[in-house]
């Protein structure tokens, strides 16, 4: 079974920088999408950022290019968003989700098929 756990979330003030990770457990495909989504109350969930393990390539939603990097530990089986320069309309839950092969890094959520428990970020002025 497929596990994944958020952690790093948390308040930071606009400008502020915070980093996300996600340990993820149970993987027996050698290659596969991992992604970083986000959700803000009365909105739907939408995608930040993903990356394809086998060769690193990245897809960055427009609104966090230049500001947010993924990254991948493949030794750790960790995955990470160093996220810089954070603005109010990043305060969202941000959950990290994996996509067994065949994946494109541009799929939409629900063809995610695991899930963490998501982790709060809040930007304040």
């Known amino acids: 079974q497929v596990q994944l756990v958020e952690s790093g979330g948390g308040s930071v003030q606009a400008g502020g920088s915070l980093r996300l990770s996600c340990a993820a457990s149970?993987?027996?495909?050698?290659?596969?999408?991992m992604g970083w989504f986000r959700q803000a109350p009365g909105k739907e969930r939408e995608r930040v950022a993903a990356?394809?393990?086998?060769?690193?390539?990245?897809y960055y939603a427009d609104s966090v290019k230049g500001r947010f990097t993924i990254s991948r530990d493949n030794a750790k089986n960790t995955l990470y968003l160093q996220m810089n320069s954070l603005k109010l309309e990043d305060t969202a839950v941000y959950y990290c989700?994996?996509?067994?092969?065949?994946?494109?890094?541009?799929?939409?959520?629900?063809?995610?098929?695991?899930w963490g428990q998501g982790t709060q970020v809040t930007v304040s002025s």
């Open positions: 990356i394809y393990t086998l060769s690193s390539s990245t």
């Open positions: 989700a994996a996509d067994l092969p065949p994946c494109t890094l541009t799929a939409a959520p629900k063809e995610y098929n695991y």
């Open positions: 149970g993987y027996t495909a050698s290659s596969y999408c």
